[in-house]
Structure formats: C-alpha cells, structure tokens
C-alpha cells in the first residue's frame, strides 16, 4: 500500500507561483507512473502531468509551459511548480502513484484570485 500527502496549495494572485509536493510513504524508484490531477467544483477530475521512473514527462495541453513536474528520489517526492497561474487553474490538485494498483492523495485546494 502507497501512501501519499500532497502539500503546498494556498491562495495566490494571477500570474503568482505555488509549489506543490507529494511525499510518498515508499521509494518513488519502485513507482513507474505519478501523475498529477486537479478537479475543478462541479467538474471532472483532470489530468495535469505525469513524472516516470525513466524521468519522462508530459503535461495537460493547458498546463504546458507554465507547470513543471519534477521528482527528488531521495526525499521519495514530486513537485508540481506552477508558474503564471490563471483563475481557470482553481482546484483541488492530487497527486496519483500507479503500481499496479492506483492510489490517490487526499488533494491540496489551490485558488487563484485577486
């Protein structure tokens, strides 16, 4: 079983940064596939980027050059640095670890408002 603790989100401005990380409970090296996610209120859960164990990356077509998925293997930790951030980019954000079996974070709210 993976545990996973999504931290970082708070309340920031249009144009603001946030970083967000998600500490897992065991090393990323044995997790193939982390992606984030965000979900909107009263919309479906999105996908946002995804991190591999062979450090590819790909992200939503909404996201792309403003957010950075990375990985530190020693701290068994993602990140999310979201850069130029939009109202549209309000949600709560989960991080996801895929093993096999899927397992999800309890989330962290980002809002993005003057």
């Known amino acids: 079983q993976v545990r996973l603790v999504e931290s970082g989100g708070g309340l920031v401005q249009p144009g603001g940064s946030l970083r967000l990380s998600c500490a897992a409970s065991?090393?990323?090296?044995?997790?193939?596939?982390m992606r984030w996610f965000r979900q909107a209120p009263g919309k479906e859960r999105e996908f946002v980027a995804v991190?591999?164990?062979?450090?590819?990356?790909n992200y939503a077509d909404s996201v792309k050059g403003r957010f950075t998925i990375s990985r530190d293997n020693a701290k068994n930790t993602i990140y999310l640095q979201m850069n130029s951030l939009k109202p549209e980019d309000t949600a709560v954000y989960f991080c996801?670890?895929?093993?096999?079996?899927?397992?999800w974070g309890q989330g962290t709210q980002v809002t993005v408002s003057s």
């Open positions: 996801n670890a895929n093993i096999g079996e899927i397992y």
């Open positions: 065991i090393s990323i090296f044995s997790i193939p596939v």
């Open positions: 991190t591999t164990s062979g450090e590819y990356t």
